[in-house]
């Protein structure tokens, strides 16, 4: 009895490991009650690569798989110009809701990188109102001295997003998605502000496949 108890406990023990195993993504999108949706594999100053598909009912699709570490994927939906990024990592849930027409409206759910993701993000957003007012400033101006003051604000207030970028990948230098954001713009920044980004980062942060990945490019850049 003791032996099958034991022979019992190890089989639901492996069941439930095999169960949490790899993400499963359930996904809602409004707008589009019928198509296809498709997961798209996303490497920075790569060719964007469509991974998989599947059909969309009801307005509702599924995507389940596995990731060899916690990796940024895209979901885009036939005929909506919009990707959404995910930031994919195992034995976690998704929940993506796709707004078609209102895209700004779309949510996604899931995962501790992709909870760090939907933060930057936020404060990304919050950033736009005022670029956008400076932006029009600018455009607006009468005179010099107008032109000269609008533009002095507005490197002002990209000097502190560019702080806020540094400040952000150095609190969380340990995650993947830090380290997937000193990847943004490899193929444009000079080697030092890479450098500079890159040395923000923990070992771990490091280790990851996007901090592999951008030391290999700064290498490369050179030779």
């Not at 885009?76 to 919009?82: F, S, T, V, W, Y």
């Not at 005022?130 to 101006?141: C, F, G, P, V, W």
């Not at 150095?170 to 193929?187: P, Q, R, V």
Request: proline fraction near 3%.
């Amino acid at each position: 009895m003791k032996k099958f108890l034991l022979t019992a406990v190890a089989a639901l023990t492996m069941f439930f490991c095999h169960a949490q195993e790899g993400y499963v993504i359930n996904g809602t999108v409004t707008g589009v009650p019928e198509g296809e949706a498709y997961l798209i594999a996303i490497v920075p100053n790569a060719k964007i690569d469509t991974l998989s598909s599947t059909p969309l009912e009801d307005g509702k699709f599924e995507f389940k798989g596995n990731v060899d570490e916690p990796t940024v994927f895209g979901v885009r939906i036939k005929g909506c110009p919009e990707m959404f990024e995910v930031f994919l990592e195992n034995n976690t849930a998704f929940t993506i809701h796709i707004d078609v027409v209102q895209p700004k409206n779309s949510k996604i759910q899931g995962g501790k990188e992709q909870e760090l993701m939907n933060k930057y993000n936020q404060m990304k957003r919050e950033l736009l109102p005022r670029q956008m007012e400076l932006s029009q400033k600018m455009m607006a101006s009468k005179n010099k001295e107008e032109s000269k003051a609008a533009s002095a604000e507005m490197r002002k207030l990209l000097a502190e997003e560019k702080e806020m970028i540094f400040d952000f990948i150095k609190m969380n230098g340990d995650t993947s998605f830090a380290a997937y954001l000193t990847t943004e713009g490899m193929n444009t920044y000079l080697v030092e502000f890479l450098q500079k980004r890159y040395d923000l980062l923990s070992e771990k942060g490091k280790a990851t496949k996007y901090g592999k990945m951008l030391v290999d490019h700064i290498a490369s850049r050179k030779k």
